[in-house]
């Protein structure tokens, strides 16, 4: 199985993207999502995250303006993104923790959506 990440393009300050990210095969759920961003010349760094647990946290950088979610049937993964700023450009990865009736849950990488925000 992979994830499908999607939603990522060329948005102007203070506009708003949506990302999503879901597996490319039906029958799984999703258990806890991770969504990072690895800007140019930078680390991969965590933005925001929905453990199993069910609690929910956001990087400083973000908070206010970005929001995780998930559907409700638990297949699509979401992040929201407000009054985006240029430091937002990035390539945005999904990580979700996935099972199904056959598999006990196992994390995954999506390939990376990018983002450019314009000034």
């Known amino acids: 199985v992979q994830l499908q990440a999607s939603g990522g393009g060329l948005v102007q300050a203070g506009g708003s993207l949506r990302l999503s990210c879901a597996p490319s095969e039906s029958g799984y759920l999703i258990n806890a999502v991770g969504w990072y961003r690895q800007a140019p010349g930078k680390e991969r760094e965590l933005v925001a995250q929905?453990?199993?647990?069910?609690?929910?946290d956001y990087a400083d950088f973000v908070k206010g303006r970005f929001t995780i979610s998930t559907d409700n049937a638990k297949k699509t993964a979401y992040l929201e993104m407000n009054n985006l700023r240029p430091e937002d450009t990035a390539v945005y990865y999904c990580?979700?923790?996935?099972?199904?009736?056959?598999?006990?849950?196992?994390?995954?990488w999506g390939q990376g959506t990018l983002v450019t925000v314009s000034s």
């Open positions: 990580n979700l923790e996935i099972y199904s009736y056959r598999y006990s849950p196992r994390r995954y």
């Open positions: 929905f453990t199993s647990s069910g609690s929910t």
